[in-house]
């Protein structure tokens, strides 16, 4: 009797390892197959990121803005060299301080018959006809020539140099040319700065065009 119930027990022992090992396989094929289909959703998913990363950057973002060249001269000859070579045929030159002289015939020789000068200076009075750095100005030099593409304006006072700008926001200028003794009476520094920086700004928001160099004629800049 006590055999018979050894051996029913250790069958019935069996039959439980059997069923555990039955439950333990299913549940790591499930736990595999649930594995296997996460592994493929990242997979799948990979590609997409890939995508996203490897996409060319977008044409403003490659863009790089070209630095506007700030040329100074401290000489006669040095800014007429600088003159010739900075301004091209057709451009629209602004020149503050103009002499009136060899260096605005330069100007109107390199922007031909196609390209438009606008030359400023400030009104000479006797007491300022004598300063030092302001030499003869041939005002017949655009009478004798036409004149068609060029335009000579005398200002009372400097400040006003921005009605010029106010006066081309269609057209705006391709270069700047300024002599800061011959408009200033003094190389001042920060005061040349201010109307260089103002004058970029001006025709960058609202001629919405960069000039594309500024010449300086000036000992200490």
Known sequence: MMRIRILAFVALW???????????TAGGSKSSATSSASTTCI????????????????????HRVKPIPYISTTSTIEHSRALSQYIR????????????DAC??????????DGYGVFVDLKRTETTSGRSGQGSRDSGMFQNSGGENAKYIELEQFVHYRSVLDDNVDSPFDVLVLDVTAIL???????????????VDDMTRRGKQRPRAVIVKSKTI
Not at 104 to 113: P, Q, S, Y
Not at 185 to 197: K, Q
């Open 14 to 24: 069996r039959c439980v390892l059997f069923v555990q090992a039955f439950s333990s």
């Open 43 to 62: 997979a799948a998913s990979a590609p997409a990121s890939s995508a996203v990363t490897s996409k060319p950057p977008s044409p403003a973002s490659t």
């Open 89 to 100: 045929s057709g451009d629209r030159v602004l020149e503050l301080g103009t002499q009136l």
């Open 104 to 113: 605005t015939e330069t100007i109107r020789e390199a922007i031909g018959v």
């Open 185 to 199: 009476g003094n190389d001042l520094e920060l005061t040349a700065l201010s109307v260089i920086f103002e004058f």
